[in-house]
């Protein structure tokens, strides 16, 4: 069986120095490969693209696995393209006996310049054999960093920059976190993906619209070395309104002290998501409902993700009554000690046919609700407790205000008077309110 991987391509090395952004495109690329895996009873793998020694680092690593763990997916099989860095060399050697490769000692400017004048480097036909003999001098450590880099050998007139001669391989003087320091000679992204694939030979690499320039290059470097060719499928990139998802711009925010960390619960970063109380089962929730396209001008409005956000909440979230400014009700028809407990649901959406989804309101002579839900004077628009009017408690009964007690002035209500209706034939308007007896406020207070 072939498999649909996940692998870091969606979190380039740059990322590691921001790790901890963990933005949505990252939480969008687990549910659509291991969704899709899942979906068609295959494996996802969970694959690090770690071809510069100097980026990884083994908490970025377990970051990820976390993050992967935490959301709620298993991968198949943790792997590195270290561990085919033998293989990877192999094949570079094969490309150059092949007249597809060539060593070039040309500087990152000088390259940029050609390749904007489609200009072939001056060691680009040079002879097989001595290509070969000095990329074995990079390997052994013989050739300066940054002196030589092996290029494949493509097409410098394309339009697409993608084709204009890549760098396969580069020098770096570096002992490699995962492979040691067998190596001073390390494979190019551009190089490795591709090949990586092919050896672990999944059945479809999928990656987001901006990818898409770079496809010509991946099976130009599969034909050439006749190599298993995986499917390639891009989607597109996940943009939310009203939300920066720019990882440069949020590293600005971050560094600079705009915002309280890659965690600040303002941004939309998994950090910032967990931060604020959201669960992963939302998260995928999102993601699911907004669908896999391939329109690269999608606009999501942020009230989608709110949206799943509640509904989680509401299934899982449990909730309790509180009174913040309390006014004294006494239920003048109650007798003295008496306590009615009555059921109140532990959150919005608990099964009404499970006891443990339901907590003890208890309903006794002497209650408290806001001030705010009780007003001296009625009005036509105002549907909640007043002098000879009734309104219902959550959970509770319908209760009439019978009589106001003042203070020393006017405006200080000292307590009101109300009679409950146990046979909750009276119908108020849609308002509640909120009624706690005095131990409950005790311990709120």
């Not at 915002?259 to 929730?285: H, Q």
């Not at 203070?407 to 849609?430: C, F, H, L, M, Q």
Request: with cysteine; net charge neutral.
């Amino acid at each position: 069986m072939k498999h649909i991987p996940i692998y870091a391509t969606s979190l380039k090395h740059e990322d590691n120095k921001i790790m901890h952004a963990d933005m949505l495109h990252l939480i969008q690329a687990m549910f659509i490969d291991f969704g899709l895996a899942k979906e068609r009873n295959g494996h996802c793998y969970l694959r690090f693209d770690d071809t510069n020694p100097e980026a990884e680092k083994k908490e970025y690593i377990d970051h990820i696995q976390e993050i992967v763990k935490w959301m709620g997916w298993e991968p198949y099989k943790v792997t590195y393209t270290s561990d085919y860095f033998q293989a990877l060399y192999e094949h570079a050697v094969e490309l150059i006996r092949k007249g597809l490769a060539y060593v070039d000692h040309q500087t990152a400017e000088q390259i940029k310049e050609y390749r904007e004048k489609k200009m072939n480097s001056p060691w680009r036909d040079r002879p097989i054999e001595e290509s070969l003999q000095l990329f074995e001098d990079m390997r052994r450590g013989l050739i300066a960093e940054g002196a030589a880099t092996l290029r494949m050998k493509q097409d410098m007139q394309n339009d697409n920059k993608n084709m204009s001669d890549l760098i396969a391989y580069r020098i770096k003087f570096t002992p490699h976190p995962h492979a040691g320091d067998k190596w001073c000679i390390y494979p190019s992204y551009d190089y490795a993906h591709c090949m990586v694939d092919s050896l672990e030979n999944i059945t479809h690499s999928l990656c987001t619209l901006e990818f898409d320039i770079r496809r010509p290059s991946y099976y130009w470097l599969l034909v050439a070395l006749g190599l298993y060719q995986p499917h390639v499928w891009e989607y597109s990139r996940l943009n939310i309104s009203h939300t920066m998802m720019s990882k440069r711009k949020l590293n600005r925010l971050v560094t600079e002290k705009w915002v309280d960390g890659w965690d600040d619960p303002r941004l939309l970063t998994l950090a910032g998501l967990r931060r604020r109380g959201v669960s992963a089962n939302a998260i995928n929730s999102f993601i699911r409902g907004i669908g896999i396209t391939r329109s690269d001008n999608s606009l999501i409005r942020v009230d989608r993700l709110e949206y799943h956000i509640r509904e989680e909440l509401n299934k899982t979230a449990s909730r309790t009554m509180v009174v913040l400014h309390p006014l004294k009700v006494v239920i003048t028809n109650l007798e003295d000690g008496k306590v009615i407990d009555l059921d109140g649901k532990k959150w919005p959406d608990a099964p009404a046919d499970e006891a443990s989804s339901y907590y003890k309101v208890p309903f006794s002579k002497i209650i408290y609700i806001e001030k705010t839900d009780f007003r001296v004077k009625d009005s036509k628009d105002y549907y909640g407790l007043a002098p000879g009017k009734s309104a219902l408690l959550r959970y509770a009964f319908p209760i009439k205000c019978t009589e106001v007690i003042y203070g020393d002035n006017p405006d200080d209500i000292v307590e009101i008077r109300a009679e409950y209706d146990p046979s909750k034939t009276s119908k108020p308007k849609r308002v509640f309110c909120t009624g706690l007896p005095s131990q409950h406020l005790e311990l709120i207070r």
